[in-house]
Antibody, heavy 117, light 112 residues
Framework: EVQLVESGGGLAQPGRSLRLSCTTS????????MSWFRQAPGNRPEWVAFIRSKTFGGTAEYAASVKGRFTISRDDSKSVAYLQMDSLKTEDTGMYYC????????WGQGTLVIVSS | DVVMTQSPLSLPVTLGQPASISCSSSQSLVYSDGNTYLNWFQQRPGQSPRRLIY???NRDSGVPDRFSGSGSGTEFTLKITKVEAEDVAVYYCMQATHWPPTFGQGTRLEIK
């Protein structure tokens, strides 16, 4: 069974950093790309970042709203994807989910990030 | 980015009655391989999104057959034949044909 478990969320002040983890099991992680989405309270999910598998260069793409502040990475030996979030803003508040493209199924339970002073 | 527009945004339904949600996209969702990457997700209160339908009309494993998807090009529909209490949720359409993937605003289904 494919499982994804997000962790690392919490309360952070504006300008500070958090690192999220997406721990996976049940599939060949190193063959898969991975995406992060976020969902602010009452809003639709929004794509945040994407990383290709090493086979396709392991390169990353970012939403304009986080480019230059967030960094997605992967550790294939641990089947984990990361989202390093620097220079946090209040508008980064929300639930963060990981899910593998292109099928975007399944999603983890999410990890909550609150950016507030 | 492709804009996804859903209607209605709120859908009160009597138990046992049908429900229908529409979704339109700002450009065709037919990919160069001929497939249409339009998904439907269900998000129950306090839960993460769950994919119900992929590629317009294919039900995911474990999804009751009262859910069905249809459509083509830029117009798509999710139908529930007989609404049950467990169907209370927000439903989202999501396109994965064009990068980045984008969601509709969501339709909140409630029991009347």
């Amino acid at each position: 069974e494919v499982q994804l478990v997000e962790s690392g969320g919490g309360l952070a002040q504006p300008g500070r950093s958090l690192r999220l983890s997406c721990t996976t099991s049940g599939f060949n992680f190193d063959d898969k790309a991975m995406s992060w989405f976020r969902q602010a309270p009452g809003n639709r999910p929004e794509w945040v970042a994407f990383i290709r598998s090493k086979t396709f260069g392991g390169t990353a793409e970012y939403a304009a709203s986080v480019k230059g502040r967030f960094t997605i990475s992967r550790d294939d030996s641990k089947s984990v994807a990361y989202l390093q979030m620097d220079s946090l803003k209040t508008e980064d508040t929300g639930m963060y989910y990981c899910t593998p493209p292109p099928w975007f199924d399944p999603w983890g339970q999410g990890t909550l990030v609150i950016v507030s002073s | 980015d492709v804009v996804m527009t859903q209607s209605p945004l709120s859908l009160p339904v009597t138990l046992g009655q049908p429900a229908s949600i529409s979704c339109s996209s700002s450009q065709s969702l037919v990919y160069s391989d001929g497939n249409t990457y339009l998904n439907w997700f269900q998000q129950r209160p306090g839960q993460s999104p769950r994919r119900l339908i992929y590629q317009v009309s294919n039900r995911d494993s474990g999804v009751p057959d009262r859910f069905s998807g249809s459509g083509s090009g830029t117009e798509f529909t999710l139908k529930i034949t007989k609404v049950e209490a467990e169907d209370v949720a927000v439903y989202y359409c999501m396109q994965a044909t064009h990068w980045p993937p984008t969601f509709g605003q969501g339709t909140r289904l409630e029991i009347k």
